[in-house]
Nanobody
């Protein structure tokens, strides 16, 4: 059974940093696209960033230059380094892995940016 477990969320002041981690289990994920989505209260879930099998990355315009995604295939883990956080980054962040029509989601980790 595939499981994705996120960690690293929390409360941080504007301008601060957090590093999210997502550990995947139950399969070999080196041939999956891995990524992060977020959902703020009252809003739709949106793409934050993805990282492909070969390491190619994609970012939402709102996080470019501030967030960095990376993956460690040996650990079945994807990371999201978030710097220069803003109040508008406040959301639940969800890990996502996909291959063709197969998609898995984590349970989410909350990020709150507030002074």
């Amino acid at each position: 059974q595939v499981q994705l477990v996120e960690s690293g969320g929390g409360l941080v002041q504007p301008g601060g940093s957090l590093r999210l981690s997502c550990v995947a289990s139950g399969s070999i994920f080196s041939n999956y696209v891995m990524g992060w989505y977020r959902q703020a209260p009252g809003k739709q879930r949106e793409l934050v960033s993805t990282i492909g099998i070969s390491g190619g990355t994609n970012y939402a315009e709102s996080v470019k230059g501030r967030f960095t995604i990376s993956r460690d295939n040996a650990k079945n883990t994807v990371y999201l380094q978030m710097n220069s956080l803003k109040p508008e980054d406040t959301a639940d962040y969800y890990c996502n892995v996909r291959r063709l029509s197969t998609v898995y989601w984590g349970q989410g980790t909350q990020v709150t940016v507030s002074s």
